[in-house]
């Protein structure tokens, strides 16, 4: 109950940033533009200013979809992965491999935010500690249970380890969040070799 309030409240914070501030911001730069100066000192000002605010817009479009991705909220769980995916494979210089043959799931936005943040969260456990040079992710129903399949071809861990030293909030929040989605997660990684995750998801 508490992780379902904390993300109601995250989706109304990000959707405030994005719908209220966002249009503000294109007021302003409106306005900007109105005004009629020669003056140079002015202009350039008046330019300084325009390049602020896109600054700001951008920087406040980053926030809100970090507190909760605009794309989940309106378009729903698979465009989300397949927009997370794209752009995490651009900026780490990694091959990603997203092959999906899930369209539309009939499922509820607590699931699908659920779903999101441990797809997320192990995605970004690859990139940050693995040293991979591939990432495969394989996304497919079957017998009404969403599996997710994410493997990285990079150093792998000691999960007993690492459980047992209770360290890593991350790797708990994935194991809790399949718990409330009643899915089953299996988990197979060894030092030195890669990691591989399966979630089997009730839908
Ligand atoms: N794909 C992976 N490849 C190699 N090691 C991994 C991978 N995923 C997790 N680990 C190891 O497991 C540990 C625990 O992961 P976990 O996500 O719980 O914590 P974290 O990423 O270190 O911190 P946090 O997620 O809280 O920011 C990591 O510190 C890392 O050593
Ligand atoms: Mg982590």
């Known amino acids: 109950m508490e992780v379902e309030l904390l993300e109601t409240e ?10 209220d501030l966002g249009p503000l911001l294109s007021v ?4 900007l533009h109105l005004l009629d100066t020669k003056d140079k000192n002015d202009l350039m000002i ?13 920087r406040l479009r980053e926030i809100s979809n970090n507190i909760m991705p605009y794309t989940l909220q309106k378009k729903g769980l698979v465009t989300a992965i397949t927009e997370i995916t ?4 651009e900026g780490n210089g990694l091959s990603i491999k997203l092959d999906n043959s899930v369209t539309d799931l ?10 999101f943040r441990l797809f997320q969260e192990v995605l970004n456990n ?4 693995a040293n991979a040079s591939e990432i495969k992710i394989h996304l497919y129903e079957e017998k009404k249970e969403l599996n997710i399949l994410i493997k990285d071809n990079g150093c792998g861990f000691d999960k007993e380890k690492v459980m047992d030293q209770g360290k890593g909030l991350g790797l708990q929040n994935i194991l809790r969040r399949a718990g409330i989605l009643k899915g089953k997660v299996y988990l197979e990684t060894v030092p030195g070799s890669g ?4 979630f089997r998801i009730p839908l």
Do not use: Q
Request: aromatic share 2%; charged share 30%; hydrophobic share 35%.
């Open 195 to 198: 990691t591989e995750y399966h």
């Open 46 to 58: 008046l330019g300084k200013t325009s390049t602020h605010i896109d600054h700001i817009a951008k």
């Open 28 to 31: 302003i730069k409106m306005n």
């Open 126 to 129: 690859a990139i940050k500690h």
């Open 10 to 19: 995250r989706g109304r914070i990000a959707s405030d940033l994005h719908d």
């Open 86 to 89: 794209e752009l995490l494979a």
């Open 106 to 115: 009939a499922i509820t936005k607590e699931k699908e935010i659920h779903i």
